[in-house]
């Protein structure tokens, strides 16, 4: 008999705090900072270089422990899971999305999107050649990642990100390496497909114009919420 799938949960950062030691000096990064994320929001974090975007998703998606405070998804406390519970929860309810992509040069699009299933024992290749299909890839099924352009790889990333059917997208400058137009596509078929689908999106973008489309825009400045506005 199938896991029931968890009802759709909102995301919480608690006074979360994250530095780092470089020699005798602590860089706070995060700093004391809290926020909610309804299920099913779209959101935006924005602001300048070094403002601590990157940290904060990596700490809100479970991948970065945060040195105090707490991150929960709905009653789980992420960070006081152990690893192969909180490795499990990643695989099952959270969706991943890079500037680089991360696709394995020796798979297909195919395995690469198949790939999460596969690790968490699950056979999905219908459900990955479907997927490719929904971002437009449906006659690029067995092209190695060195034979798409980089607007099609992130277009496979999306979709690995989506076979697992994630609670949670988190997308990490996701247009970064493409150029406006590619860019712009990228981001559309993202808020198209979580959308879709009824699925929380956290996107870190230096592009104030693509941080309009979302439903809210967070910026961040010295390690702290300096805005939080619905456009």
């Known amino acids: 008999m199938s896991t029931p799938t968890p009802a759709p949960a909102t995301l ?3 006074d979360v705090w994250r530095s780092f030691q470089i020699g005798a000096q602590r860089i706070d990064v995060l700093r004391g900072l809290s926020l909610e994320i309804p299920a099913g929001q779209r959101v935006f974090l924005c602001g300048s270089s070094g403002a601590g975007k990157t940290t904060l ?5 479970g991948l ?7 991150v929960r998804l709905g009653e789980e406390d992420l960070y006081a899971l152990g690893q192969s519970r909180l490795a499990r ?3 099952a309810r959270l969706g991943y999305v890079f500037q680089s992509y991360f696709l394995l040069p020796e798979l297909t699009a195919l395995e690469n999107v198949a790939l999460p299933a596969l690790i968490g024992g699950r056979r999905a290749k219908d459900r990955a ?3 490719l299909d929904t971002v437009g890839l449906g006659a690029r099924l067995h092209h190695l990642p060195h034979e798409l352009s980089g607007g099609e790889q992130q277009r496979v990333a999306i979709a690995r990100s989506l076979i697992n059917d994630p609670q949670l997208l988190f997308a990490d400058e ?12 990228i981001i559309r078929l993202l808020l198209n497909l979580v959308e879709a689908g009824g699925k929380t999106l956290l996107v870190v973008t230096h592009d104030p114009q693509l941080a ?3 439903d809210r825009r967070i910026t961040l400045a010295e390690g702290r919420v300096a805005a939080d506005e619905r456009p």
């Open 12 to 14: 919480h950062a608690t």
């Open 57 to 61: 998703l990596y700490t809100l998606a």
């Open 64 to 70: 970065e422990r945060p040195s105090r405070g707490h």
């Open 89 to 91: 929860l990643r695989n």
């Open 129 to 131: 050649a479907a997927l």
């Open 174 to 185: 996701p247009t970064g390496n493409l150029d406006a137009t590619t860019g712009g596509d």
């Open 212 to 214: 309009r489309l979302g």
